[in-house]
Structure formats: C-alpha cells, structure tokens
Nanobody
Framework: VQLQASGGGLVQPGGPLRLSCAAS????????IGWFHQAPGKEREFVAA????????YYADSVKGRFTISRDNAKNTVYLQMNSLKPEDTAVYYC?????????????WGQGTQVTVSS
C-alpha cells in the first residue's frame, strides 16, 4: 500500500490550498482515509478523515469550517481543501489509510507534503 501526498507549498494567511492523496498499486475504495499534520517541535495531530462507504467525515476542531475532505474513488484520490489558512496550519501533512473508521493507529502512512502559511 503506497500513498502519495502532494499539493503543499507556500501560501499567504487567509489563502487556500488543496492537498491530494493518491494511491498506487491498490484501490482506496474500501479504506478510510485521513490527514495528519506535524509542526516543527510538535507531535503529529489528526486533521480530518473520510469513510469509504457513506463518506462520513470527521474534523479536528481547529479546522472545522475551514478544511474540507473529499474523495474521488474513480481517480483513486482523496483531497483536503484548506481555506482561510493560518500561520499555525504550517506543518508537514500526511495522508493515512485504514480499513477501520478512525482507528487509534492508522495502518498505512504516506510521505508528507510541506505546507507553509506565511506572508
């Protein structure tokens, strides 16, 4: 199971950015997909997740109303639309996958993509 996160970059405060998580060599259809981030000197934190069947979504309080997670199973890709970005959103963002919904530990992790929010 290989996950590839992309779409990170430098963005000004208040701006948008969309991250993508693509899978290779397997289908995302039966996996819950999540996003975590890790800021320098801090622990990795949960950001958002989406289920595979009902596409239930769940967000950390810090991103509710600003971030939207979605999935396109035909493209085998999950997206994280981030709006109204804040400097405190600066972190490396990782996508994760698991056959369970919101597990305590996710089975599969992709490499991260850096998001920097700065003027």
């Amino acid at each position: 199971v290989q996950l590839q996160a992309s779409g990170g970059g430098l963005v000004q405060p208040g701006g948008p950015l969309r991250l993508s998580c693509a899978a290779s060599e397997f289908t995302l259809d039966y996996y819950a997909i999540g996003w975590f981030h890790q800021a320098p000197g801090k622990e990795r934190e949960f950001v958002a997740a989406i289920g595979w069947k009902l596409r239930t979504t769940y967000y950390a309080d810090s991103v509710k109303g600003r971030f939207t997670i979605s999935r396109d199973n035909a493209k085998n890709t999950v997206y994280l639309q981030m709006n109204s970005l804040k400097p405190e959103d600066t972190a490396v963002y990782y996508c994760v996958a698991d056959t369970s919904w919101l597990p305590s530990t996710w089975d599969y992790w992709g490499q991260g993509t850096q998001v920097t929010v700065s003027s």
